[in-house]
């Protein structure tokens, strides 16, 4: 297994990117949201992977987070949902989105997604609602950044992108912290965890993100005692 790539990139498709490491290129597939958000060719980069191996096929995908990794692997157990529709669903719809989606049952956002019809979006949401709140606790022990390190004595035209350790960095808000303590707090009072995922998805759906874990966890409490 391949879990991690580390090395420099070769060159930037529309879909891969080649990544040289020790002299062997390595061809990662990877979403589209990544492909826009990595460096130029000529970097250095690290990539968490999952190794594709079938009959006919031998494929590298790459992900920015062990998070978004996993979140792919949720999305292939799913029947119907190839490695092809999943590096879709990832690059369409942010994590935080898609996780509440699934929650909500909001099977219309799942299906806008390239390659996923309204029946495969109806079995995403029927299989994974149960799984979604694992994610969230997986996802409160992952990093949600990166670093991309330059190679070679080639100057970066924007010196302020580096940080004092010569790093380039990059932040990615895939689930929010509130949204990670909210949840937590009402499964530590006692709630089921995919009850209390459930109501702070829609609070936060319904509102925004920038409510203090506090004032969150009070609206949640109120809709969790009108359900009763």
Request: hydrophobic content about 40%; proline content about 1%.
């Given at each position: 297994m391949i879990g991690k790539v580390t090395g420099i990139i070769d060159y930037v498709?529309?879909?891969h990117i080649l990544v040289d490491v020790s002299g062997i290129g390595y061809l990662i597939y990877v979403t589209g949201s990544t492909l826009n958000k990595i460096p130029v060719a000529?970097?250095?980069i690290s990539l968490?992977?999952?190794?594709?191996?079938r009959e006919d096929l031998l494929q590298l995908v790459?992900?920015?987070?062990?998070?978004?990794?996993?979140?792919?692997?949720?999305l292939t157990s799913v029947q119907g949902v190839g490695s092809k529709a999943a590096l879709a669903l990832l690059g369409h719809i942010p994590i935080?989105?898609?996780?509440?989606?699934?929650?909500?049952?909001?099977?219309?956002?799942?299906k806008a997604a390239q390659g996923i019809g309204p029946k495969i979006a109806k079995r995403l949401v029927l299989e994974l609602k149960g799984k979604v709140p694992r994610m969230l606790t997986l996802a409160s022990k992952t990093s949600n950044s990166f670093t991309v390190e330059q190679a070679g004595n080639n100057e970066l035209e924007e010196e302020k992108a580096i940080t004092k350790d010569g790093y380039q960095r990059f932040e990615f808000d895939e689930?929010?912290?509130?949204?990670?303590?909210?949840?937590?707090?009402?499964?530590?009072l006692g709630y089921p965890q995919i009850d209390a995922s459930k109501v702070v998805a829609e609070i936060l759906n319904e509102a925004d993100d920038k409510m203090?874990?506090?004032?969150?966890?009070?609206?949640?409490?109120?809709?969790?005692?009108?359900k009763g």
């Open positions: 498709s529309d879909d000529g970097q250095k968490f992977t999952e190794l594709i191996v790459g992900f920015i987070t062990p998070n978004e990794r996993e979140w792919y692997k949720l935080r989105a898609l996780s509440r989606a699934i929650l909500l049952e909001d099977s219309e956002t799942i689930i929010s912290n509130i949204e990670l303590d909210a949840t937590s707090g009402l499964v530590n203090n874990v506090e004032e969150l966890i009070k609206l949640a409490l109120k809709k969790l005692a009108k």
